[in-house]
Every structure is written in C-alpha cells, then in structure tokens.
C-alpha cells in the first residue's frame, strides 16, 4: 500500500479499471447502486408480468388466455383454427411428463389453480424482496448514502460489492424455482405452514425449498448491506455533518437498515426450520409430531411487520427531501420527522400480532395487538401532517419528481387510513383475508413506495446518469399510472367489504361473489393499462440514459451534498471532502440571495429576533 | 474507542494501521487512505471494524432469539416435558463443560487485556488456549452427541430431538466457526504476520469479540435446554 | 362503499357493521380533510416566479396538538372496539347446540353430536359441507382442521376464525334469519382453495325439528 498516500487527494485515479472491476465486480458504490436499480427494474417488469397473468385469470376465470390459449372452435368443435390450436393438439397428445413448460401450468391456456397459487406468490416475493428493496434500500441506500454525508465511498465497499452478488445468487435461486418440477412455491408470501410445510399439501417440492434458501441468501446480501449502511452512517459523516444535519432520507435509511439488520435473522431462523421440516423429516410446524403451525405465523410476522415499514421508510424519507426540495421551504418539523421514524422502528417490534387477529391466536393477545397497532398509526400521521405543514406557504414547482411525492404523500394516506379499519379487531373478523387487505397493502406498496421510487428515480436521475430523464414522458406515464393505480386498487377496497376472499382463482364460483364480476373486470382493465404505462417509464429511463439531455451539477437548485459533486460523480465522489455548515433543507433562508443554501456553503442565514434560524 | 486528541492531527496513519489484518470484506482501504480519514467526523466514536463486528452479532442474537422463541413456544406448548420415553439429557457433563466454554471466556478475556501492551508470545499462548478449550468444548459435545444418537435419540425422532439438535446444534456450528477462527488468527500471529502489531489488532480483537457471543449464548442454551 | 357489506344475518353483525360505519365516517372526513387541504395548498402556493415563501421550520405547539390528537382519537377507538371483540372471541353464551366443523383439503367436515349431545358416540352424524342451524339460538361450533390451516368464514355472520391443525377452536353465533348461506374458506390451504365452499342452513325452528326428525329418526 506504498501508494496509498500519495492516492489520498486524488481518487478518481482508481476509475482506470478494467471493464469487469468497473461494472460487474465494481466496489464503486455507484455502480452497485445502478446494478441494484437494473436488477430491481428487470424483477418490476417480471413481477408486473406475472399478475397480468392472474388479472386476466380473476376477469375471465379459467377462460384461456388471449393469443396463447385455444381458440372458440377449437373448443367447441374440436377443428384446430390457429397455431396455437395446433400446438395444444400436440401438446395433449403427448403423456403429462413430455408436455411443454407452459402446458403444465396453463393447459390449453387456461391459467390452472395451482399456477394461480404460484402466481400470486411470486408475484409479491419479487415486488417485496427483488424489487422495492433492491431499488429503494439496495440502489437509493447505495447511491445516496455516501453522496449525502459526503464522503468517497461505503465503508467497506468490498463487502458492498458481494452484498450484491449475494443478492443476484438469491435472484437466479428463485428464477430456477420457476423451471423445477412440481412448480414453483404456491403458499403465498406468507407460506404459512403446514401448507408450505409438506410438498404432499401443494405438490410443490423443490420449488418451495428454493424459496426457502432463496431468502436466507436475501437475508444475508441484506445483512452485509445494513452493516455497511450503519457503520457509513455512524462513522463517515462528513466534517459538520451531524446528525440533524442529516437528510431525511439518511435517517431513513439509517433506521431501515437497523430494522433489516434484525428482522431478518428471525426470518432466517423461520425459513431454517422450514426447511428442516420439508426435507430433514422434524416438525417445528407441525401439530401432529408436537409442532406448533402459529410459531411460524409469529416468527414471520415478527419479522413481517418491520420489513413492511423497511419498504416504506425510504419512500418516506425520499418524499420528506422532495417536497422540501419543490416548495423550495424548509421541510415541517424535521425534528419530528426524525422522531417518527424512530418511534416507527421501536414500535414496529410490538405490532406483528395484528396479522394473526384470526388466526386462532389468544383473543386476549389480539386486544394488545389492536392498542400498538393503533398507536403505530401515529407516527404516519404526524408525518403526513408535516408534508401538508410543508407545502403550506410554499413555492410548488409541479416537476416529474415532485409529482411522484406528492402521489406517493396521498395515496400512503388512503393505505394509512385504511389500516386502522383492520386495526380494529372487530372489523378485522370481516375483512381479514379479503380484497380489503389487498387494497391496503397496494395503497401503501404500490401508492407509497413504488411510487416513492418513480419519485426518486426521476428526481436523482440526473446525477447517476449525466443526463436528464424526459420530463414529458415522465408525466404522461405519471398521470397514466396515477389513474389507473386507483382505478385498479381503489375498488378492491370495495371487493374487500362484499366479503370477496384474497387468494382465491375462481370468484365465480361463490353465489355471493356474483355480483362482482364486472367489477373484476374493470380492474382488470385498468391493471392492464397500469402495467402498460410502466413501459413507458422503463423506456423513458432507458432512452434518457444514453440520449436525455446533458444535466448540471445541481438542476433542481437543491441543497445536499450529492448535488455538489460532479455529474455524474467519478470515483471517489468529491475531489474534495466537504465541511458542512447547514442542516440539509435552508430554502429562503433570509438573508440568503438564492432561494436555495446548500449545506457546504459558508453563507449564515440571518437570525430573526425569536433567535429562531 | 474515543481517540486521544495527538492523534487527531496524524490520523491518517493511525486509521491505516487499524484498518489491516481484517478480513477482506471489513478491509474498507479501497481509496488508500481517502476514504477512511478524510471522510467521518473527525471524533468518529468507534472503530468501523469493531463497530460492524457489533452489528453483526446483535444479527446473531437475533438469529439466535428466532429458534430460541421457536424453542420456547413448543417447550411450554408440550404437555410433556420432556415427551416421555426419551433419553436424559447429560446434565453433569455438559454442566461440566459449560464451565469448560466459560473457562475460555476468562482466557478470551485475560489474552484481550494482553493486546494493549501487546505481548505478542502471550496473547498467542492464550488464544491457543481459548481455542483448545473452545475445541475441547465440542469435542465433548460430540460424544455426548454420538451417545445420544446411539440411543435414537435424533432430530426428527420428535418435537424434543428437534429443538434439542437445532439449538445445540446452531450453537455448536458457531463455536466450531470461532475456533477456525481463532485458529486462523492464532497461526498468522506465530507466523508473524505483519497483520498484526501493537497498535494494530484489531483482526484479534474482532474474534475476541465473537468469541465472546459464543461463550455468552451458551449457558442461555445450556438453562433453556437441559433443565426441564 | 359499505352499501356493498353483504345482509348481516347475525346477532353481533350489526354491530360490527357500527364500527366500520363508524371508522368508515371517521376516515373519510379525515381524508377530505388532508386530500382538501393539499389540494388547496397545491392550487394556493403554486409557482410563481418570486412567489414569497415562508421561512419556517415547524411548530412544536402543532406537532403536539396533531400527536396528542391523533394519538388520544385512536386509543379511544381501541378502547371501545375492545368489548365487541370479547364478547364474539372471548365469551362463549351457553347453548345446546355443538356442531363440528374439520377443515380438510378442500371441504368442511361437518360432525352433528346427535340427540345425546355428544362426540364419539353412535348417533354421531357427519358429512361434508352442509350445516344445519336452529334460527335465533346460539350455536356453538367446535372448530378443527385436518390437514393445513383454513379459515371458517360465513360473510353474512361477519364471523371468521382460522382453522388449526391440531387445536380445537370454541366459537359462538347466533342467527337471526332463515335461509342458505356460503361458508368459503378464508385461507389458503392449497390449489382446491378456490371453490372450498359449504353451506350455511339456517332452519326456522319447525324446519329445524323436522330436520332433526328426518336425520335422527329412531329418536
Ligand atoms: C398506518 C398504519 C398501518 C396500520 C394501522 C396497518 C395495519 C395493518 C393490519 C391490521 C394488517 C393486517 C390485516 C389483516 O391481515 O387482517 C395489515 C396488513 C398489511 N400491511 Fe399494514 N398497516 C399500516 C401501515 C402499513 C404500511 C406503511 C405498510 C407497508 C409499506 C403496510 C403493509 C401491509 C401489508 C403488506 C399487509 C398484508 C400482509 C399480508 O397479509 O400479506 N401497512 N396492516
Ligand atoms: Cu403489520
Ligand atoms: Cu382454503
């Protein structure tokens, strides 16, 4: 390490590697941050493509899918007219072993119910653990962490770097899953046992086992990220940089990657004793050799719960800048923000049980559950009162980002707001388990953090890629998603309180569910426009990365570190560490002729007579 | 771990020494120096390494808390406690040797206290010795096991072998990672590595660190699991 | 949207349907409210080119006033959402009538004790997916499952409650109108999940007799 002094001040010296330490092996934690962006927008358009799938099975139960299934004659008179008439001719000919991939899963197109399960499962598997939290935790945690605090890297890049290989190892285990015989997993997200627990239940064997070790590879890339978050954070702050000095969405993400740091050992340990189960003969899960079937509800939800606020606090934090950034005015009660975050965390450990209200769970337990699942809905609320506090006298520039954020600030409140019904035990009785659950889960998901990430990729686009993303695709595919997004998710909730079960294949196959059918099929339509519009964002990224217009340093005249650096920024971040002197979001601050004070500049802000800043 | 004020001014140095000897992964030198001094408050509180090292052994106990709740949900579901007809658990010898594992905390914690003034041929002694204990440890642990076994006494005999050989067994997996990993530690310390030095160690003191987890978890299992 | 609750048929239905009207008020004003005031601000302090902002960085005496608020309305609906709970989870009204229901993959088993009122005995009478209750008296249902978890779900009782393999699970209802009802599985117990599906019979209480007369009729 001779050369190590003389480096010091000159780090951009190190960007001269070859091709595979520059973008596949690469320690830059900007280049994992776009690795985690391409893995998570590649899973986005796999997940998305999967629940087309199960919307056109709910619209049209067991009709065959356009295009790929049989056609009318063919069904009614047994002439094959298409291709694909051809193809299912030969396909059934053949005994079940030699039939095509598709055949076994969608016989002559017509999705079957154990696919349905499979679909289902996936489809949230991938949104939750290959799509919101690589983009938001593995690619904004990446990129912003070390540009925010200012300072040249992660702490430990190498174990940066293998967090992600890690991640990628976990992604391919759970695609394999989708090629093995017997299917992929079919227990939903959740995979409660015994149902998940023996392959004679579902029919499903190694599918469900690589779920299994899927995750615990997850668990571990996830670790290796959170470690490195926290000491990042802790250790190399820049000078100045306290930590109220610090963005909103550090703390976030502080806060994220101590809730992922510990929930998801005690999913590990759930998903070790699953395995055990399913291929070393115990029975931690199952009744009849002394297991327990609720002990995997509590170990998962214990770690659930907090994980469904790892998918959100990022988004919030995002939101928080955003806002501050477009009302061009300091954000509402920062302390506060900060406060929430924090007792979101602590609170998030004492809340699992409200996903096991019916579950045959003490009932006693249950009233415990429903009082710090309603005092968790506090903290959302303060927050939600302090970006209203923040737009209040502002300066709102409607831009692609903020647009986003604002989307992401009201449709979090319908998701919030709707949690409290199922917060009540009483009410709970009914709509556990039915499309109310589902709206929920997509208001706060899809509503908040997957629009918190459209929000932050167009708003630090500029800054990872050189150049600006397209501002008017980006608001058509805005408005498209917005509407449609409620379109789609908005009449679940009313699905939900018809008694419509979540889960299900077949609605029509319920006298009361009847009634539902068109609906189902609205939903369908706006769904399939939903996950149209997303091509024209993935497009719009794409496009812009090599064609978008060149950026500036700081086109949105915003106030952190990342925006001082180069665009985008090379090795090494800084050509120098900066001194901060401001908390991260002095818009208008008197005395102060921009409209804006970034946190490195030296410039003080004129004190008013309350000695108030 | 606050550091004194002289040092401030050369911190440079001291951070590099600091930062050698870890793992690769906890190596975070990619910028030389850069990254390390120039970067972070300049009264950073707590050494990187050390501080990961923390983080990943409150992970741990987490892991460790799962199938300990696991353990503690079925055992007090369980009519029977233990099922009847199943073997006696070695109380005695494993008491035995809970001593045995606490004994190589104090050696853990005596060669720890050797670091500062760094007497190299001690604290290699002692980590030999934390090791051999640590191995001796589960050396006893398997012949117990064996025995067990013997009696059919295996993990998916019922719920009671279960718990027993994932509890045990987690455990043990971990002591048998630390002494590697002392043992790793031990022999580039005989061999002299450059890795270490006197005001560079903190690759010893980070498999101190998890040692001591090791040795903390046990009589917590030891409690839990033999006495019924 | 609570048009669309399916006919309550139960003695503690309506009050369930009370506390959903009564969160469902709650909520709705509360996001008028937020959605109205962003909207607002929205329209009131777009840009404009040297629009005057306002420097400020919160209020403490708001955040308080919100937290308290907010914090105190939520604790009092715990509060009172908690008696409705125990009294259809925790309180078991005496009755006559036992019925048990085994989920198995994929239907209700349905076991009658018979006229002796007791399991395992002869006049045991089972079969699947049909079950026969009395109008207006509380019935007890003695809750089981076979194989993997389901869950006993009558829409029109507001009554659900997850089946566990190897437990038992008391719960009480009391129906208050005659006819047929659906009683679908809630949760998720394998690819015959969708269609799980049994029958709800609630008999007036000549039909129940004869009901009984024709299933038992040595006695
Ligand atoms: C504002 C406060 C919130 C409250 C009071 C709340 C309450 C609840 C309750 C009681 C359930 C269980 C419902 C049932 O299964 O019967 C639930 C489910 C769920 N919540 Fe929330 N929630 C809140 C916020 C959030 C947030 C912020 C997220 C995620 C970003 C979230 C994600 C979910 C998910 C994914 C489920 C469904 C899990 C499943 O069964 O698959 N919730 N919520
Ligand atoms: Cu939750
Ligand atoms: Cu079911």
């Known amino acids: 390490m001779s050369e190590a002094a003389a480096v010091k001040d000159t780090p951009i010296e190190h960007a001269h590697q070859g091709f595979l330490k520059t973008y596949i092996f690469s320690t830059d934690h900007k280049m994992i941050a776009k690795q985690f962006l391409l893995l998570g927008l590649v899973m986005l358009m796999l997940g998305g493509g999967l629940v087309m799938l199960l919307r056109w099975q709910l619209a049209y139960p067991d009709k065959p899918l356009p295009l790929i299934g049989i056609s009318e004659t063919y069904m009614e008179t047994g002439e094959t007219e298409t291709a694909m008439d051809r193809y299912w001719d030969e396909q059934f000919s053949k005994p079940e072993k030699e039939q095509s991939w598709i055949a076994t899963r969608m016989p002559a197109g017509v999705i079957s119910p154990n696919f349905y399960n499979t679909l289902f499962t996936m489809h949230a598997t991938i949104m939750i653990f290959f799509v919101v939290m690589p983009i938001l935790v593995g690619c904004f945690g990446n990129f912003l962490i070390p540009l925010m605090i200012g300072t040249r890297d992660m702490a430990f890049p190498v174990l940066n770097m293998l967090s992600f290989w890690v991640a990628v190892v976990s992604g391919v285990i759970i695609l394999i899953g989708f090629f093995v015989p017997g299917g992929h997993a079919a227990t939903g997200w959740t995979a409660y046992p015994p149902l998940s627990a023996d392959p004679t239940w579902t029919g499903v064997d190694w599918g469900q086992n690589l779920w299994c070790f899927s995750l615990i590879f997850l668990g571990i890339s996830s670790m290796m990220g959170s470690i490195n978050y926290i000491t990042t954070i802790i250790n190399m702050r820049a000078p100045g940089m306290t930590f109220m000095r610090l963005p909103l969405t550090i703390w976030s993400l502080f806060i994220v990657a101590i809730l992922l740091l510990l929930a998801l050992p005690v999913l590990t340990s759930a998903l070790a004793m699953l395995l055990f189960d399913r291929m070393a003969g115990t029975s931690f899960f199952n009744a009849s050799g002394g297991g327990d079937p609720l002990l995997w509800q509590h170990l998962f939800w214990f770690f659930g719960h907090p994980e469904v606020y790892v998918l959100i606090l990022p988004a919030m934090g995002i939101g928080s800048e955003i806002l501050s950034v477009f009302s061009r005015k300091p954000i509402f009660g920062y302390h506060a923000m900060v406060y929430a975050m924090v007792s979101i965390a602590g609170l998030g450990w004492i809340v699992w049980g409200h996903h096991m209200f019916q579950s045959g769970m003490n009932p006693a337990l249950g009233t415990t559950f429903m009082i710090s699942t309603m005092v968790i809905a506090v903290p959302s609320a303060i927050k939600t009162f302090n970006w209203l506090g923040t737009l209040w006298g502002g300066n709102i520039q409607f831009t692609v980002p903020m647009l986003n954020a604002l989307a992401f600030v009201s449709m979090f409140v319908i998701g919030g707001l709707s949690g409290i019904y199922m917060a009540s035990t009483p009410v709970d009785i009914f709509i556990h388990d039915t499309y109310y659950i589902v709206a929920h889960i997509h208001y706060v998901v899809f509503g908040g953090s997957l629009f918190g990430i459209f929000a932050a990729i167009t708003f630090w686009f500029p800054k990872m890629f050189g150049r600006m993303l397209g501002s008017k695709l980006g608001k058509i595919h805005f408005w498209i998603t917005f509407a449609a997004f409620n379109c789609t998710f908005f009449p679940m909730h009313i699905l939900g309180v018809g008694g419509h079960m979540r889960r299900i294949a077949n609605p029509l196959q319920y006298e009361f569910l009847q009634q539902f059918e068109g609906l189902n099929i609205f939903i369908t339509m706006s769904a399939f426009t939903l996950g149209m519009a997303q091509l024209i964002f993935i497009f719009n990224v794409f496009y812009s990365m090599f064609k978008g217009k060149k950026a500036e340093d700081n086109p949105w005249k915003a106030n952190t570190v990342e925006w001082t650096a180069a665009t985008p920024p090379p090795h090494g971040n800084f050509a120098e560490i900066p001194t901060i002197y401001h908390g991260p979001y002095e818009y208008n601050a008197p005395g102060i002729d921009e409209d804006y004070l970034p946190q490195t500049s030296q410039a003080t802000i004129a004190t008013d007579g309350n000695g108030k800043q | 771990m606050a550091k004194p004020a002289e040092e401030k001014a050369d911190n440079l140095t001291i951070e590099k020494d600091v930062g050698q000897g870890l793992p690769p992964i906890l190596d975070d030198d990619s910028f030389g120096n850069g990254n390390r001094s120039n970067g972070g408050d300049s009264d950073r509180p707590i050494n990187s390494a050390v501080l990961a090292m923390l983080l990943f052994i409150g992970a741990e106990v987490m892991f460790f808390a799962g199938i300990i709740g696991a353990f503690i949900v079925l055992r007090f579901g369980a009519n029977d406690w233990p099922p009847p007809g199943q073997p006696r658990l070695p109380v005695v010898v494993t008491g035995i040797n809970t001593a045995i594992l606490l004994l190589s905390g104090l050696t853990m914690f005596k060669t720890k206290r050797l670091l500062k003034d760094w007497h190299r041929e001690k604290i290699l002694h002692g980590l030999t010795i934390t090791a051999l204990l640590g191995a001796l440890f589960l050396a006893v642990q398997g012949f117990e096991w064996t025995r067990l076994l013997g009696f059919g006494f295996t993990l998916s005999s019922n719920i009671y072998g279960t718990v027993f050989y994932t509890l045990i067994g987690c455990h043990a997996l971990h002591v048998l990672g630390a002494v590697i990993w002392l043992t790793i530690v031990a022999s580039r310390l005989r061999m002299n590595s450059p890795a270490y030095s006197a005001n560079n160690h903190v690759g010893i003191k980070l498999s101190g660190m998890y040692w001591y987890l090791v040795v903390a978890l046990w009589p917590v299992l030891y409690g839990l699991v033999y006495f019924n | ?219």
């Open chain 3, 1 to 219: 949207m609570l048009d669309w609750l399916p006919p309550s048929i139960s003695t503690v239905g309506g009050e369930i349907d009370k506390f959903f009207y009564v969160i469902y008020y709650i909520t709705t004003v509360v996001f008028f409210l937020v959605a109205g005031t962003m909207i607002y601000f929205l329209i009131r302090y777009r840009y404009k080119e040297g629009r005057e902002v306002k420097y400020t960085h919160g209020n403490t005496t708001l955040e308080i006033i919100w937290t308290v608020v907010t914090l105190v309305a939520l604790i009092v609906l715990a509060l009172v959402s908690k008696p409705l709970w125990s009294k259809i989870k925790q309180e078991l009204p005496p009755s006559s009538t036992v019925v048990q229901v085994t989920g198995k993959q994929f239907n209700w088993e349905i076991l009658y004790p018979g006229p002796d009122g007791m399991f395992g005995t002869e006049d045991d009478y089972q079969i699947d997916n049909l079950l026969h209750v009395p109008v207006n008296q509380v019935v007890h249902i003695k809750l089981k499952a076979l194989d993997v978890i389901h869950s006993f779900f009558v829409p029109v009782l507001r009554l659900k409650q997850d089946a566990l393999p190897g437990r038992e699970i008391m719960m009480w209802f009391e129906a208050n109108k005659p006819g047929e009802y659906e009683i679908p599985c809630a949760e998720l117990c394998g690819f015959g999940h969708s269609g799980m599906l049994g029958k709800l019979i609630v008999h007036s209480a000549e039909d129940y007799d004869a009901w009984v007369k024709s299933t038992w009729p040595e006695n």
